[in-house]
């Protein structure tokens, strides 16, 4: 028995997964729980994968202090990191 990190080829979603033979299966975070909070990509796929991070997998994990407050900053501060890149990036564009 292995464990490994998996990123899924499509959606680039990291997940911590376990091999046995030719067996995968992916231990977590939880395949589409993300998908629950109807979010727009590439946001849900941040957020999955700063779940990944921090090693939230399930309910206990999530409940432990404000484990969750803290990877929702995370993955907002990618989202404010690209806006700010866009910020400057337009403006040299637009500003003479």
């Known amino acids: 028995m292995e464990i490994f990190e998996y990123t899924d080829p499509i959606t680039h979603r990291k997940y911590e997964a376990m091999r046995e033979g030719e067996n995968v299966m992916k231990i977590g975070p939880p395949e589409g729980l993300v998908d629950e909070l109807k979010l727009p990509e ?14 939230i997998f399930n309910y206990a994990q999530a409940t432990r202090g404000n484990v969750l407050l803290g990877a929702l900053q995370e993955a907002l501060n990618m989202d404010v990191q690209r806006l700010t890149e866009v910020f400057a990036a337009f403006e040299k564009e637009v500003v003479p």
């Open 42 to 55: 590439p946001f849900a796929t941040n957020l999955h994968n700063v779940l990944y991070r921090r090693r």
